[in-house]
Each structure stands twice: as C-alpha cells, then as structure tokens.
C-alpha cells in the first residue's frame, strides 16, 4: 500500500488539492478558483460541471508537480462546502440545475411556510437544526419543484441527489457509488439525528423522496474507486469525507468531550466535541454529527460569528485605518489596552447565541484620547468577545468546562489576536502547525479509511503544535470586560 494522501477540498470560492506523506507533510498543494453565479439577489450558485473541472484540473497539477506515482497514493479523501446541493441524472451524471450553493436564500418564503405551520420544532427536535435556507431540504425541493419533469423523474429513480462530497464520489467513481457520509447528511435537514438514518417525517415535511438519496456512511471507509477520470488511474479508492467544519475539527485532533476548534475566516466557526450524545441546545447553537469513525459516531454544538476577518477588512476598506489585514496586529500594539473603547462586529446582526439579525455594529466609548491603534485593538477583542460567548453557551449546553481551543484559518496567524482570545476564555489556545486543516482532516479521514493509520490515536501523535498561548490576565479584569461587552451588545 501507498504511503500517500490526496485530500480534496472543495470549498466556496475554490478547490485545494493537498498531497500528504504518512508524516503529515505536505508535498504538493494547488488552489483551483471557483466562479460564482448570481441569478437575482440573495440567490447563489455554482455550476457542478466546473466544479469538478478545477478537482480535476487540482489534481492533476498537484500530481504533476510532486512527480508521484500514483501506486504510492493510500487513498482519496474528500471535504466539502457541506449544505450546497446538486441534483443529477443517474443514466448520464448530468446536472439537471446549477448547485444551489448554501448561501443561497431563495428557499427563505417555502421556510417562513413551514414555520407559520408549526414545524420549527419539529425540524429542530429530529434533526438539530433551524428551519433555515441555510440547509440542503429546502434546496432539493426547490429544483425538483422548478425543473420541469424534475420531480416525476425523482419519484421513478432517475434522479440523485447529493451534496457536493457525493456528487465527487459519484464523478471519481464512474457512477459506481451514490453515497454521502453521516456529517453531511446532518447538514441537509432530512437525517434523523440519532438513528443516523433518513426520517421518513423530514422527507415528507421537505418533499424530497427516498429514491434521490444517497446512501448514507461513516467518514472513514473506502466508498469506491476511481474510474474514468482524466487525472487519476482506475483503481485508487476514495476512503474518507466529511464536511468542512467536521473536517477541521478532525484535523485538529479534537476526539474527547469538551476539546473544541475555532476556524477564523470572513466569519469564526466553533466546533465543540459532545461526545457520544448527541446534547440539545438551549442557546440557539447547532446540534450536528462529527464524524462516524470506526463504528463510533461522535456528535458536536456548532456555532457561527458572522464577522471576524471580515472586521479587519471593514478598517482596511471602509475606514482606510490600515493599508493590508496583516497590518493591524502591529497597529493594535501600539497601546496596551482599548482603552474602554467596545467593538461589536454586527455589521450583518448577530448570529448565535444571539441570533439578532436587526442587529448592527456598534464603536462605543469613544473619547477625545481615542486613537486609531485603540479602535484596531477593539476591534480584535471584538471577535474574540464574540468567541468567548459561542464558547460559554457550548460549555453550558453539554454541562462541562472548555479544556482547550485549537484555532486555525487565515487570522489564526495573529498572535496578538490568540493572546485576547485565551485571556478572554481562561484557558490555551493551541495553534496547529498545519493551518489547513479541513484538507488535513479530510486527509487523515483518508488515511485511516485505508488503513494507512490504525486509529484516533496514531491521528493524535500525527498532529503537530506550533504555539501555546495561555491566560495571562487577571480574571477579574476579563469578567468587567465581558459585563461592558454584553451591555454594549444590548444596544447594538
């Protein structure tokens, strides 16, 4: 068996292809754009076909490059923007419609629908979720409901839905295997929560019928192998997926109750282990699988700040206070506090566990010594006041202590940023020396599909730290923080 991993990651704006050797280092990596598609507004789509040419085309480049063998390849995993939805036809694998992406919000009145005919709570109570647009349900409903013949055809098995992991093992495999894996299912509005099987309630709530679906399977195993594609030889099996967010909490290791991930992007997504369990929230946060592996299925709370990096840009674009994003680590640093200043980043409302969508930033205690380097350093402590209230809300719903954060994405790189964040919370953040690690969780799922890893553990002596930041202030200093944070959040 092959010493190496293709890990594909297939995301919004574009796909990375990563070559992993057993040591986790990475040997070839290549990005492939990915165009986006604006039919009206609040609408958004991707077309499949090129979404499975810059695959291809990543693939290719990364396998070039390395001068790899492809007999030195254990396995293909996959990760994936998790609720966008593709349907297509079985007897040619042709999309019927472009992928509805997860952004899309055209399903927002068939929503508001179901909510005035009391379904919220069962949605909720099944699956996990909120009745939202946000997920695949609603978006399956939709193209067989405006494609004509669509649903007709649906009903007579020639068909098949599929997220976007699906639709690539569809593609890798020549047709030979319509599957998804348990963590994207979570995300389409139609899994039972807890038999980890399609409920025949969600599919009759959603019109979706049983004979679109895929079948649904663990993260970790080999789905088929590849066939017909234009980059890779026949032969290579496909043995691991999930979807982005689980993805990067696999990649960091994050296996017991309580450990938790954060990924700061545009936005800041928070992933904390439950366990065995699946654990209701009564904080407006998602109940979603982690990932099923070894026939052991671990559940996680989720939860979203819709603005983190996206504040920088705000005060490099908007406010023209610094020239790059990187530039406001160094800007912040000049001063030793906000000096009062409070930064709320609402510039789109407030997502959990807040869920104000009316919401809109606020700049309070301004004062004639305010400084640039003041609102630069609120800003930061924005975000990560933000966190510390995701945090505290995941911790109360599954009724233990956070142990430690892992952090990763674009601003994760900001060491001042990290420092806020673990005084903030009064526990380590811990920074990966991999980054990336939705490709590298996408990966090591590969990995130990294909037995190239024998279990979670030899996963957890693979992955490597790059930093420690511990708590460094007085808690009684956090705590006044946070009670002026949460009354500037009231007026926000």
């Known amino acids: 068996m092959g010493s190496h991993i293709l890990a594909i990651d297939q995301g919004t704006t574009g796909t990375t292809v990563l070559l992993l050797d057993e040591g986790l280092r990475v040997r070839g990596r290549t990005t492939r754009e990915l165009p986006q598609i604006y039919p009206k507004p609040g609408w958004v789509e991707h077309d499949p076909e090129t979404i499975w040419r810059t695959v291809v085309d990543a693939v290719g480049a990364v396998l070039h490059e390395a001068s790899l063998p492809p007999a030195e390849l254990a396995g293909i995993g996959i990760t994936n923007q998790r609720e966008t939805t593709v349907v297509w036809e079985r007897a040619t694998g042709r999309p019927i419609h472009n992928a509805i992406v997860w952004q899309c919000r055209r399903t927002a009145p068939r929503c508001a629908e179901l909510r005035a005919a009391g379904a919220e709570a069962a949605v909720r109570e099944r699956t996990g979720l909120v009745l939202d647009p946000y997920f695949s349900g609603t978006k399956v409903d939709w193209i067989l409901e405006n494609v004509p013949g669509a649903r007709a055809r649906a009903a007579k098995g020639e068909l098949a839905f599929g997220t976007i992991d699906s639709f690539l093992v569809w593609r890798l495999t020549g047709g030979a295997a319509h599957v998804t894996d348990v963590s994207n299912a979570s995300r389409t509005m139609l899994l039972d929560l807890r038999t980890r099987a399609w409920s025949e309630e969600m599919l009759a709530l959603l019109r979706v019928p049983r004979e679109v679906l895929p079948e649904v399977r663990a993260c970790a195993e080999v789905y088929g192998t590849t066939r017909g594609v234009e980059s890779l030889p026949d032969g290579l099996r496909v043995s691991g997926m999930a979807g982005d967010q689980q993805a990067a909490l696999f990649g960091q290791a994050c296996f017991e109750p309580g450990e938790a991930k954060c990924t700061f992007g545009t936005g800041a997504f928070l992933l904390m282990n439950t366990g065995e369990r699946p654990v209701p929230s009564h904080s407006g946060l998602l109940t979603t699988i982690a990932w099923t592996v070894g026939g052991r299925t671990a559940y996680a709370l989720e939860g979203s700040a819709f603005v983190a990096g996206a504040a920088v840009q705000w005060l490099r674009d908007g406010l023209g206070l610094i020239e790059r994003a990187a530039d406001i680590e160094a800007l912040a640093r000049t001063v030793e506090s906000s000096g009062g200043v409070t930064f709320v980043p609402a510039l789109t409302g407030l997502g959990a566990p807040w869920w104000r969508a009316e919401a809109r930033g606020l700049l309070a205690g301004l004062t004639r010594d305010t400084s640039r380097g003041h609102v630069a350093r609120a800003c930061l402590e924005g975000i990560a006041l933000q966190n510390a209230d995701l945090l505290a809300a995941m911790a ?5 202590a956070l142990t430690i954060l892992k ?25 990966p020396a991999m980054l990336e690690t939705t490709a590298l969780g996408a990966g090591l799922l590969a990995g130990v599909g294909a037995g190239l890893w024998k279990d979670l553990g030899a996963v957890r002596a693979a992955w490597k730290e790059e930093r420690r930041f511990t708590p460094s202030r007085d808690r009684a200093g956090v705590e006044e923080q946070m009670r002026r944070w949460h009354a500037v959040v009231e007026k926000a």
């Open 407 to 431: 952090v990763d994405g674009g601003a994760a790189a900001n060491d001042l940023l990290m420092q806020i964040q673990a005084d903030l919370l009064g526990v380590p953040i811990s920074r």
């Open 396 to 400: 109360k719903d599954l009724g233990a």
